[in-house]
């Protein structure tokens, strides 16, 4: 499970999205941090607790602080189909609990507690999408919960940022029911879905009730959080 394409994105991907993405008066950094303190909000750590998360396609790496810090990591594994990203990676965040490995060069062993996805699977092709997720659930241990995030295609601003991503133009989208079926064909139950960031900085002012109107399919991103049935074979 190797992809080439990503490669020489390697070096320029932070700045090519944040390109795409100026539109909103934002940076990727505010996407980023926003959805982990979402769900830092829905899966809150226990003191003292291991808390191992799966970085599932984590390009550079450029998640994995947050993931540290606002999620409590206590180790974090990413993967990705770019080997080239997986150099930047290790090279940009060097940790006694951080490691990185090309897909194909992990092995799932039921052992995450939490795997994290952003914007991932409309890179996947659709007959390939199955074993994805079934990636993701070898590597979960029974209970442990997967955080989708995608883009939401029925938000016109998402399709025009996407439009504008050089690495976003020949996407194949997924719509939330689409991703919820997906997931639930490949053994996940479905807790929730969450739909996030529905203003730009220019009405920012009207960003405090988006949180009583996450679930209305209105912002440029979802969530499905969902949480591995059982073991598969």
Known sequence: MTDARFDKYAETYDAALDEAIGVSGENKEFFARGRVAWMARLVPSRPGASRVILDFGCGTGSSVPLLLGVLAATAVVGVDVSSRSIEVARRTHPSPVTSFFPMDEYR?????????????FHHVPPPERAAAVDY????????????????????????????????????????????RRLLEAGGFEVLRTDFLFIFP?????????????????????????????CPRS
Request: hydrophobic share 40%; proline share 9%; aromatic share 12%.
């Open 201 to 229: 900085r220019a009405l920012r002012w009207l960003r405090g009730i988006e949180p009583m109107v996450s679930r209305f399919p209105l912002g440029t991103q979802y969530l499905v959080l969902c949480r591995k049935v």
């Open 136 to 179: 993701v659930h070898r590597a979960l241990r029974p209970g442990g919960l997967f955080a989708f995030w995608e883009n939401n295609p029925w938000n016109p601003a998402t399709r025009f940022v996407m439009s504008r991503c050089a690495f976003d133009r020949d996407a194949v989208t997924l719509t939330p029911p689409e991703a």
């Open 108 to 120: 799932p062993r039921g052992e995450v507690d939490l795997a994290y996805c952003n914007g991932v």
